[in-house]
């Protein structure tokens, strides 16, 4: 079983939806959770660390649910240069190293 | 804004040859990482430093070698390069591992022929 289950999707949204990424993990003592965005032929970077309570930056909220071991994405009034793919990103200390999902792919359409 | 600094960016290796790939990072950060990405998979680690002389294996390390002789730097060797190591490497930093930002390279596209 994998670390880190995402939908590979892709979701194509037209601009202005909003759209919803889900991301499941195996370790329940993982510790710490992120969503990092990848551009086409580029390297992964930060989008947003995920806390236990929420939280949310401009249009951009993300979810921790411990009990059910997923995080979620969600992603509102949609941009087209929100086009990118989604890592979800889980650190487990007994593993001792960051598992990377192998990403959703979002596509806004005009 | 250097950041992590990897090279080359494109590089084609004829199998069973050698080749190194550069990492530096100048966020004085101790831990730094290599990764590979290969088409609809996730990031696989290769190998991991926490630190200057310190060195460990990650999920995939076979048929690589590191070396952290500085803080700054991290050098990925491919030895006698196999078809099935071409890929996009990834290196990347963060200050400690748990719930800290890793900070990646632009990506090194290496194809072995």
């Known amino acids: 079983r994998k670390e880190v289950e995402q939908d590979p999707g892709p979701f194509n949204v037209p601009e202005g939806a909003t759209v919803a990424f889900n991301c499941t993990y195996s370790?329940?003592?993982?510790?710490?959770f992120f969503w990092y965005r990848q551009d086409c032929r580029k390297e992964p970077k930060l989008l947003m660390s995920?806390?236990?309570s929420g939280n949310e930056d401009g249009r951009f909220t993300a979810q921790l649910n411990r009990a059910s071991q997923y995080i979620s994405l969600l992603i509102r009034d949609s941009k087209l240069s929100d086009s990118a793919t989604y890592l979800c990103?889980?650190?487990?200390?007994?593993?001792?190293?960051?598992?990377f999902g192998t990403g959703t792919s979002l596509t806004v359409i005009p | 804004n250097a950041g992590v600094t990897q090279t080359p960016k494109f590089h084609i290796l004829k199998i069973g040859q050698s080749m190194t790939l550069q990492c530096t990072q100048d966020?004085?950060?101790?831990?730094m990482y290599w990764y590979r990405q290969d088409p609809g998979m996730g990031l696989k680690l290769i190998y991991y430093?926490?630190?200057?002389?310190?060195?460990d294996k990650g999920e995939v390390p076979n048929g690589y070698n590191v070396s952290r002789s500085t803080t700054e730097d991290f050098p990925l060797r491919l030895e006698l390069a196999a078809p099935s190591q071409t890929s996009v490497y990834f290196c990347?930093?963060?200050?400690?591992?748990?719930?800290?930002?890793?900070?990646f390279g632009e990506g090194s596209w290496l194809t072995v022929v």
């Open positions: 995920v806390y236990s």
């Open positions: 966020m004085n950060h101790n831990y």
């Open positions: 990347a930093s963060s200050y400690s591992k748990s719930g800290n930002t890793i900070y």
């Open positions: 430093s926490v630190g200057a002389g310190i060195t």
């Open positions: 990103v889980v650190y487990s200390a007994d593993g001792n190293q960051f598992y």
């Open positions: 370790n329940s003592a993982s510790q710490s």
